[in-house]
Nanobody, 116 residues
C-alpha cells in the first residue's frame, strides 16, 4: 500500500512564499502522474498543478507564473513551490499520485492559510 505524507503547510502573509512537499512510501514504482489539488472553503476540489513521468507540467490559470511543481523520481516525491501568495490561495492542499500498476492515491491534505 502506498502512503502519502504531506508537509510544508501553514500560515503565510500575502505576497509570501511556501513550499509543499509530498513523499510516497510503500512502493518502489515510479508514478505516471503526480499532482497537487486544493479545496477552498465552500468550493469544489480543483487541480492546481500536475507533472507527468516525462516532466511535462500543467497549471491552473490562477496559479500560472506563481507556482512551480517539481518531482524527484529517485525519492518518489513531488513539491509545489508557491510564490506571491494571495488570500484566494487559502485552501486545503492534497497530494495525488497515480501508477497503472497500483492505481491512484490521495494524501490527507495540508492547510495553507494566506492572511495578514
Amino acid at each position: 500500500q502506498v502512503q502519502l505524507v504531506e508537509s510544508g503547510g501553514g500560515l503565510v502573509q500575502p505576497g509570501g512564499s511556501l513550499r509543499l512537499s509530498c513523499a510516497a512510501s510503500g512502493s518502489r514504482f515510479s508514478f505516471d502522474v503526480m499532482a497537487w489539488y486544493r479545496r477552498a472553503p465552500g468550493k469544489e476540489r480543483e487541480l492546481v498543478a500536475r507533472i507527468s513521468s516525462s516532466g511535462s507540467t500543467n497549471y491552473a490559470d490562477s496559479v500560472k507564473g506563481r507556482f512551480t511543481i517539481s518531482r524527484s523520481n529517485a525519492k518518489n516525491t513531488v513539491n509545489l513551490d508557491m510564490n506571491s501568495l494571495k488570500s484566494e490561495d487559502t485552501a486545503v492542499y492534497y497530494c495525488y499520485v497515480y501508477n497503472g500498476l497500483f492505481g491512484d492515491y490521495w494524501g490527507q491534505g495540508t492547510q495553507v492559510t494566506v492572511s495578514s
